[in-house]
DNA sequence: TTCATACTTCGACCGTAGCCGAAGCATCTA
DNA sequence: TAGATGCTTCGGCTACGGTCGAAGTATGAA
């Protein structure tokens, strides 16, 4: 016993369903407000206080100050995929009714904002079968062509490379059980949609809805076999 | 709030430092029975089976009865998956001393009876970089010169098809933040490394022990760049 | 300066869940 | 049949951690 880290620290950390709802709601990508948060897990500020603070010593957010307010977010991407491979764990659990919210979800929604669900497997799919991506032993590479087609689409590139974070990045969605697109790259695919307007957000959770011509658009844009 | 699956069920589950170590002690992929992990989460019989009945019946384990023994392993691949993600955040937090123990996991181990750690990651490159293996979008594949290369390993083809798991799986190596090869054939790798006598469990930890010979072996079937 | 807003600290309360001793089944051995 | 051994159930103890009200510290607005 007591090898390799300590698991139980960081589980008993996700394991308190204010902190959970906290995590979940920072899923998106945003950060929030620490009384936000408070709102959205359900508990008074004092103590959703108290739990961010333990969330930043955990090393599962980082915060920044700006005025008299607090924004908080998750600390890194890992943080979001080590999340999404509970929610796969949970989602076997048995009495998993799923209602019709929950069928939006797993449709199309925002993970760490970057599109996830089947919508996002599925693009990620055609880029990869159109040879725009190359899954490589670390991360996706985007290839040559690849970065002729998303040029094309509307992001850009050169923007994204001149940030410190990686351009690509797998992640694996809960509700499909396959890859789909994370990293910058990612995240600027989904920017791009909304600045066309294919897609929209919805305040109350993190489902996207795709509207008649988004969607067409989309399968047009994202063909795959 | 309340969206998707509910993290914090699972996680409470894995976050009592009992159960964590159970779960831990069933990473190295063999099924133990319930006085065995009582012994190894520390704590008596009776406690130790209240909460094997909560890993079961929260779908993280199965059992299988044997007389009067019962026999505990994880469910499936994607617990030990998502263990390995949470070990990842986990081994980011301060306070995390190093200690010797932990060097030898951390070049190598065993992760659900396959090869993990610099080892495995390195075993990973080599065999991509040659063209024996291709990261595909779902899991990794093994090309028809890979097919080749194994059964040259001495791992027998046939009987993995036959069998109903997943040949290849990917999974993300704690310490290494790399992908590593799982699956039946990651097994079926290192079972033959053990054939071969190139490695020794430890048996106090998920370690494993590379001889003099197995090392010198292992770096000329595993070259990388 | 004065008031409002955002967040934190303190203290007390309470519920839950982990823990073990004792006793109870179930299964194998002699 | 009697006696181990492996696992489970029960009951009671304990402690830890989440919760909120009240009061305290920052920052910004009037």
Redesign the interface.
Known sequence: ?????????????????A???I???LMTGVALTATELAV???VTPQTASGHLAKLVD???LQVRKQGRHKYFAL?HG??A???E??????????R?RTGP??LA?RRA?VCYNHLAGQMGVKM??SL?QRGFLR????APVLTDTGRAFVTEFGVDLAALDAMRAPLCRSCLD?SER??HLAGSLGRAMLARMEERRWVQRDNQ???LIFNAQGTTAFEGAFPVE
């Open positions: 016993m007591k090898e390799g880290p300590d698991i139980s620290r960081v589980a008993t950390l996700i394991g308190d369903p902190r959970a709802n995590l979940t709601a959205e897990a359900g955990g090393g599962l600390a890992d943080v995929v080590a999340l491979s509970l929610m796969g764990l949970a989602s076997d659990m048995r998993t919210k929950d979800l929604r990620f799919a990869t899954d490589d032993v670390d809960w396959r890859t959770s993190r489902a």
